[in-house]
């Protein structure tokens, strides 16, 4: 694995975490991280041992230069 790889895997760890404990904060469910893969990235366990593959994604939404958002 090269390094650049390697820093991507630890920049979705870590995005990983903030997802898991907002995922424990909205449903009352936790969820744990049970191994790292490549599709998907994540498998994690939540109660009673069922195992939930976790795929992150980048939205494609530029909120940097948005000019008008409407709903």
């Not at 975490?17 to 009352?28: D, E, I, M, P």
């Amino acid at each position: 694995m090269s390094d650049n790889d390697l820093g991507k895997k630890l920049v979705e760890e870590e995005h990983l975490l903030q997802f898991l404990h907002a995922y424990q904060t909205v449903t009352g469910i936790p969820l744990s991280l049970h191994s790292r893969s490549e599709s998907p990235d994540f498998l994690c366990i939540r109660p009673p041992g069922e195992l939930v593959g976790v795929e992150l994604a980048r939205s494609p939404h530029d909120y940097e230069t948005r000019l008008d958002d409407r709903i």
